[in-house]
C-alpha cells in the first residue's frame, strides 16, 4: 500500500508503514523543479533526551529538512522512529533500524536520483549501520554518533526502564522478549561496520565538548574506517549539533559537493 500523503506548509506530511507500525514523516521537495531527478536525503532524529521526551522527539526536524531542500535542491524526508514522536509502536535498537530502512524506500518512491542518510546520535549511529548493510546508499553523514551502544548494552534492564520513564516504550507489556531486546543492542555496532562504507562518502561531525557521547567516538569510528571519511571537530560544541550554524554549514557544504555523485 503507497503510504498516505497530507499537504503540511513547507512540505508534506508522509505516512508510511515499518513492520506494520504507521510512522510519521516530513517531506521537502526542492523549491524548483530541475530537469533532471534530485538526489535523496533520510534525515534521522536521536534518543529523545530533551525536555517533552519521546512526544516532542525530532519536532524540529522538519524545519531543518526543509531547510537544506531549499539550500541544496534535494529532496529531504525526515521521519519519527517507531515509540517516538507521533509514531506508533515501542522502542528496540532492530525496530529503529528496520524504520530507517522503511524510511529508505519511502524517499526512493519520490523518483530520485540516489538515497543518502544523515542522522543525529542514535540516528547517525544506525544511518551508519544502514549504509554498511545497503550497498546501494549513495553515502552517510553523522553527527554527534556513538561507535557502540555497549554503555546500554552494559545494563539493559536500566535501560529498558528510562525507556519507559520518557515514553519511547509506550506500552507495559513490551518487549515481549526482554533478552531479545537487549541482545540488540549488542549486535548493532557501527564501529564494526563502518569500513564498509567508504569509498562512499562519509561524513562524521562532532562536538568537541560534546557531554553525551564522548569526541573520542568520532575518531575511532575514522579509524576503523582507514580514515576513508571526512572527520570535522567542532570546537566547543556539544551534543545537539543540529542547532549550530557551524555543523549544519558542513553538512550543506556536504551535500552540495556530492549533490552530482
Known amino acids: ?17 515499518s513492520e506494520g507500525l504507521r510512522l510519521g514523516g516530513h517531506l521537502a521537495r526542492p523549491a524548483t523543479a530541475a530537469a533532471n531527478p534530485p538526489p535523496g536525503l533520510v534525515l534521522c532524529h536521536g534518543f529523545p533526551s530533551a525536555p517533552g ?9 522538519p524545519a531543518l529538512a526543509s531547510r537544506l531542500a531549499a539550500e541544496t535542491g534535494w529532496t529531504v524526508l525526515t521521519f519519527n522512529f517507531r515509540g517516538a514522536g507521533g509514531s506508533e509502536g515501542n522502542f528496540s535498537l532492530g525496530g529503529w533500524f528496520a524504520d530507517l530502512r522503511a524510511a529508505v524506500a519511502r524517499l ?48 539493559p534492564r536500566r535501560f529498558l526502564d528510562h525507556a519507559r520513564t520518557i515514553g519511547v516504550i509506550r506500552d507495559r507489556s513490551f518487549p515481549p522478549d526482554v533478552d531479545h531486546w537487549s541482545a540488540e543492542l549488542s549486535e548493532l555496532r557501527p564501529l564494526d561496520v563502518v569500513g564498509k562504507v567508504p569509498p562512499r562518502p562519509v561524513l562524521l561531525m562532532h562536538g568537541t565538548d560534546d557531554d553525551v557521547v564522548p569526541v573520542q567516538d568520532a575518531r575511532t569510528l575514522a579509524t576503523a574506517a582507514g580514515n576513508r571519511v571526512d572527520l570535522r571537530l567542532v570546537h566547543g560544541a556539544g551534543h545537539r549539533l543540529r542547532h549550530d550554524p557551524r555543523a549544519v554549514a ?4 556536504w551535500m552540495e559537493r556530492h549533490g552530482t555523485d
Open 1 to 17: 500500500m503507497r503510504p498516505l500523503v497530507r499537504v503540511r506548509r513547507r512540505g508534506v506530511e508522509a505516512l508510511f508503514e
Open 53 to 61: 521526551g519521546a512526544a516532542a522527539s525530532g519536532q524540529n526536524y
Open 108 to 155: 526512493r518512491e519520490e523518483g530520485v536520483s540516489g538515497a543518502w542518510i544523515a542522522g543525529s546520535s542514535t540516528g547517525g549511529a544506525l544511518a551508519i549501520c544502514a549504509a554498511a548493510a545497503d550497498p546501494s546508499i549513495r553515502g552517510v553523514a553523522a553527527m554527534a554518533a556513538p561507535a557502540t551502544f555497549d554503555m546500554w548494552a552494559a545494563h
Open 250 to 253: 558542513f553538512l550543506l557544504g
